[in-house]
């Protein structure tokens, strides 16, 4: 039985595969589980997993993630998949260009699952559910609040959670706001958000607590850079799908949500001229004696 697990949210391809596992195990008990380490195995070691006998189990289950990583995967896979037999082979990988022709071999395979990162309102709602499921209990709204600052690293949720847990079942935005920390995208897209309200000392703020986090100037530029190019982009899709904007620009659903906060303050020839004034920064920070956290913080004040 070949399984196939593609995208790139990590902790729905995991969760799966330990669901596939346990699963297998109770109709094949005594099997034996097999992860392949891409980056040291080759195929010679796969094709003997497959083919090979075993003294304790004639049924092995076969976890390879990131398989196009193995020198010659992406040329034999229809032959290496055509040898899987009895036994079961999970295939998962976050690094599968849909264009490629190993793509669409996988993805006409009858258990091929896609697992992208979830949606605001989707992820809002595992956020609840998992918590309840150790124990603990969190609004919506707190939900809400938690993924803002994260983002939407499910991974990253789950162990904040845990985290905060044991601090205190009913997890609070105080405590969220107390005990977790604020990912610098999170952080950055409030510094954006807040001079877009014209709030520059709040936005001043910000910055200076990313300098205190000691996040180098040259870091908040590049990711200022990065999000204003994506605002330009939900901006210039307003009135597209989230699918449809998400699958043309890249720019995850995740994103567009906080990013339609803002984009209305702003017309787009003021977002490419943000942009412009940020790469001019960087380019006279690199030829010319300008102060690059000097620039900044005048950059982030006149915007306001």
Not at 180 to 194: C, K, M, R, V, Y
Request: aromatic share 10%; proline share 2%.
């Amino acid at each position: 039985m070949l399984y196939v697990l593609a995208g790139d949210n990590k902790y729905m391809i995991d969760q799966k595969i330990q669901y596939i596992i346990s699963d297998d195990l109770k109709s094949n008990p005594g099997s034996e589980v097999h992860s392949v380490d891409e980056l040291v195995a080759k195929l010679p070691d796969i094709y003997a997993l497959l083919d090979g006998y075993s003294l304790f189990s004639s049924h092995k289950i076969i976890v390879i993630k990131n398989p196009i990583k193995i020198n010659g995967f992406s040329e034999e896979h229809e032959k290496l998949i055509g040898q899987v037999g009895d036994n079961t082979l999970i295939i998962s990988g976050n690094e599968m260009d849909k264009r490629t022709s190993i793509y669409k071999f996988f993805r006409k395979q009858q258990n091929f699952t896609e697992c992208n990162s979830l949606n605001p309102a989707d992820l809002n709602k595992w956020v609840v559910v998992y918590a309840k499921s150790i124990g603990a209990v969190i609004s919506s709204f707190d939900a809400t609040f938690l993924i803002g600052r994260l983002g939407n690293d499910q991974y990253l949720l789950k162990n904040e959670i845990d985290k905060l847990a044991l601090l205190d079942n009913n997890i609070s935005k105080a405590n969220i706001q107390n005990f977790s920390d604020q990912t610098i995208e999170s952080s950055i897209f409030d510094l954006i958000e807040a001079t877009f309200n014209g709030n520059p000392k709040k936005a001043l703020e910000i910055y200076d607590e990313q300098i205190q986090l000691k996040v180098e100037p040259i870091q908040i530029m590049y990711l200022l850079t990065w999000q204003l190019i994506n605002l330009s982009y939900v901006y210039l899709g307003k009135n597209m799908s989230s699918q449809d904007l998400e699958k043309k620009y890249k720019v995850k659903s995740f994103f567009q949500s906080k990013a339609r906060r803002v984009i209305d303050k702003m017309d787009y020839p003021e977002f490419r001229s943000l942009v412009s004034r940020i790469a001019d920064i960087d380019y006279k920070s690199k030829t010319s004696s300008v102060e690059l956290d000097e620039a900044l913080r005048n950059f982030i004040v006149t915007i306001s």
